[in-house]
């Protein structure tokens, strides 16, 4: 079974650029999560997708957003770039919701200059 | 506000003897708690959970306590092997049905050959 799939595995981009990272989940999880870590910091909770509906977020500004696809795929977008973006970004899933754990990816390295 | 605090960043241990990871919480709603171990450059993965009408749950060499009262949670492995050596992350969900699990910002934990 595969597991949860996320790309690109390193992204940099300039400070006001936006970044699209994307996440596939493992087959058969309705529920997406994406999680930041930044360095020296634990998992910060951003967003919950399910069933294509945006079910939660975390605290980050409104450039933070994303959404999840007919097939349960997931988009997390970050506008605007700034430098303290930078940051490893996990994505996560679950059955429908996710109450005994989830299962992550490997994340996507995002680095802004 | 950290709800989830891992206070110690590092710890050290012989091969053969006892890792004790260590996770302290300040809402006293968590219901369920989960660790996770993360090696570098992959995703968390989920080691042991345990819910909050139990006190002791175990699984080959990992036992999870729980001390609700002192708001305290403790990972022992028991013997540590050198393939023990990674993050652990400590995470905690409030039932409140957000399903968003809230992390600890990990320790390091070495096993020395």
């Known amino acids: 079974e595969a597991g949860v799939t996320q790309s690109p595995t390193h992204l940099i981009k300039t400070r006001g650029q936006q970044a699209t990272l994307r996440c596939s989940p493992i087959?058969?999880?309705?529920?997406v999560y994406w999680y930041q870590q930044a360095l020296g910091l634990g998992l910060q909770f951003l967003l919950w997708?399910?069933?294509?509906?945006?079910?939660n977020r975390g605290n980050f500004p409104p450039r933070f957003s994303g959404r999840q696809f007919p097939n349960y795929s997931s988009e997390l977008n970050v506008n605007a770039l700034e430098l303290e973006d930078s940051a490893l970004y996990l994505c996560?899933?679950?059955?429908?919701?996710?109450?005994?754990?989830?299962?992550f990816g490997s994340g996507t390295r995002l680095t802004v200059v | 506000d950290q709800q989830v605090k891992q206070n110690s960043p590092s710890l050290s241990v012989q091969e053969g003897r006892i890792s004790i990871l260590n996770c302290d919480y300040t809402?006293?709603?968590?219901?369920?708690f989960l660790w996770y171990k993360k090696y570098p450059a992959e995703g968390p993965t989920f080691l042991i959970s345990i819910s909050s009408i139990k006190d002791k749950n175990e699984d080959g060499r990992f036992t999870v306590f729980l001390n609700k009262s002192a708001k305290h949670l403790s990972l022992h492995i028991v013997p540590s092997q050198p393939g023990d050596s990674a993050v652990y992350f400590c995470a905690a969900s409030v039932p409140s049905g957000t399903y968003k699990y809230i992390f600890g910002t990990g320790t390091r934990l070495k096993v020395l050959a």
């Open positions: 996560a899933s679950s059955p429908t919701g996710g109450s005994y754990g989830y299962t």
């Open positions: 809402n006293s709603m968590f219901d369920y």
């Open positions: 997708y399910d069933e294509g509906e945006e079910r």
């Open positions: 087959s058969g999880h309705t529920s």
